[in-house]
């Protein structure tokens, strides 16, 4: 499942037989860097997508969320021990 406007794209990637279920996030204004964070906890993810879903859904909100907003949703918000990194690296 993916979310996406012109600044940031989110994608939810569910559990499997082999991998645990995150939430994976990319800058798109950084085309040199590529900020990019992942979730590291499980417990309230499915309900942080949901909170997400939500507010892309928002006409208002949808084209002014971006990446640092996501960052703090779900680190700050649902806990989601939130790690970034550069994918450019």
């Not at 559990?15 to 979730?39: M, Q, S, V, W």
């Not at 949808?62 to 703090?72: A, F, G, Q, S």
Request: glycine share 2%; hydrophobic share 35%.
């Amino acid at each position: 499942m993916i979310l996406k406007n012109d600044l940031v794209v989110i994608t939810f990637s569910e559990k499997t037989e082999y991998n645990k279920a995150y939430i994976i996030a990319r800058d798109l204004t950084d085309g040199h860097n590529e900020p990019t964070l992942y979730t590291k906890k499980i417990r309230g993810l499915e309900k942080a997508w949901e909170f997400l879903t939500i507010l892309f859904n928002k006409e208002e909100l949808k084209d002014d969320l971006n990446y640092n907003d996501i960052y703090k949703i779900l680190d700050d918000k649902f806990k989601l021990n939130v790690h970034t990194y550069c994918a450019m690296d």
